[in-house]
Every structure is written in C-alpha cells, then in structure tokens.
C-alpha cells in the first residue's frame, strides 16, 4: 500500500542553525501538507502546497519557514535559523484531490 | 471560531467495551470530518471520515455519529481491543483545506 515517507526520523540540532526535512508524498497526490505536534499536545497545521505554489499557511509560518517541491517526488520543509521552541514531531501529508489525508510518520526534530 | 473541541481527555475501558469520544465544532462552513489514530512516535493514521450529508458512517469496528445541528460528532469503538490503545484525534475541515485538529484523547483498553 502507498505510503507518505519522511526522512531523517529524528535530526538534532543547535539554535540558529538551519535544517531541511525531507517528505516523499504518495505518488499520484497533487496536495501537500506539514503540520507539527508539539509533545503531548494537538497536530497544528503549517503550511499546504499545491501546482508548485503555497495555497495556504497559518501564523505559525513565518518567514523563518519555506517549503519546496524540487522534484517530481520529494516535498521539503526549510527552517532558516531554528529555535528551541521548533523542537517537535514534524510530520508530512498528502492527498489525491482535496480529500482525505494521509500522514508521514514524522520527523522528530530537537533544538538544543 | 477555528477551534475543534474534543472530550474527554483521556479514557480508559475493559476489553468488549465501547469507548465513545466526542467532538464539537463551531465553524459552520466545515464540511469534512474525519478521525484519526496515532500510536507512540508514530503519525496520525486516517480511521474514518464523514461528511454533513450523512448522520452516521460505520467500517467494521468503527463508527462516526455525526449531528450537523448540534455541531458535533462522535467516534463509537465496538468490542474494543488492548491493541486499540492508542490516542484518537478528531480532526475538521473546509473543502478540503487545512485539518484543524482536537486536542487529543488517549484511550487505554485494559485486558
């Protein structure tokens, strides 16, 4: 069964520094999603992608955070200069058509 | 406006019970409502979906009540299993747009 991979599962590292996380979405979906959990708290919504474009961002999406499809299959989230309050589980989705969405196991990021 | 709802906090029932989570809505223009299980370390898995034109959906051991009037819905688990412990989400959104999320409940199926 198709499935939404992410890598790494788990990246450390230090205040300011910039990281890249990498989510392959199900092959034939055209919509994209990062959305992060905060340790024992809900999944917020990020940001979602769609024709190469960014449709939709919340106010957690500042100018610290940028996406990229640089290919035909990975999906990626850029943050510029981390911050210890980014440490959280970052996961990926996608969807065929505006529907359902399908959840990437995620990346556990910490910033020490 | 934005905000989903979700109770109770945490749950915990014998194996063959019926766990029941709620959630509630305010914003009137969603118009899909799915829920979601998580396990430790893992990333939500899509359960079950409904949509406001139908008031209940049910696959196998699980079923969505849904009441557009009073903007809310539920998730029933029949003959629940220890392998259900897990955390459930509860989960809306607007033609397909952004999932804005409940805050969670960790359900625990004891043996």
């Known amino acids: 069964e198709p499935e939404v991979t992410q890598t790494p599962s788990h990246q450390v590292t230090q205040m300011g520094q910039e990281v890249i996380l990498r989510c392959v979405p199900i092959s034939n979906h055209l919509y994209f999603y990062w959305y992060r959990q905060i340790l024992g708290q809900k999944v917020e919504f990020l940001v979602s992608f769609y024709n190469n474009e960014i449709s939709e961002k919340s106010e957690i999406f500042d100018d610290q955070f940028s996406v990229e499809r640089p290919d035909g299959s990975n999906f990626t989230l850029k943050i510029r200069s981390t911050k210890l309050e980014d440490s959280a589980m970052y996961f990926c989705?996608?969807?065929?058509?505006?529907?359902?969405?399908?959840f990437g196991p995620g990346t556990r990021l910490t910033v020490t | 406006q934005q905000q989903v709802k979700q109770s109770p906090q945490s749950l915990i029932v014998q194996k063959g019970g019926i766990p029941i989570i709620n959630c509630a809505y305010e914003n009137t223009a969603f118009d899909y409502f799915p829920w979601y299980q998580q396990f430790p370390g893992k990333g939500p898995a899509l359960l079950i979906a409904?949509?406001?034109?139908?008031s209940e959906k049910k696959e196998g051991r699980f079923t969505i009540s849904f009441n557009k009037s009073a903007k809310q819905f539920s998730l029933h688990i029949m003959d629940s299993q220890p392998g259900d412990s897990a955390t459930y989400f509860c989960a809306a959104s607007h033609s397909g747009s952004r999932l804005t999320f409940g805050e969670g409940t960790q359900l625990t199926v004891n043996p």
């Open positions: 989705a996608s969807s065929e058509d505006r529907g359902e969405q399908y």
């Open positions: 409904i949509r406001p034109d139908v």
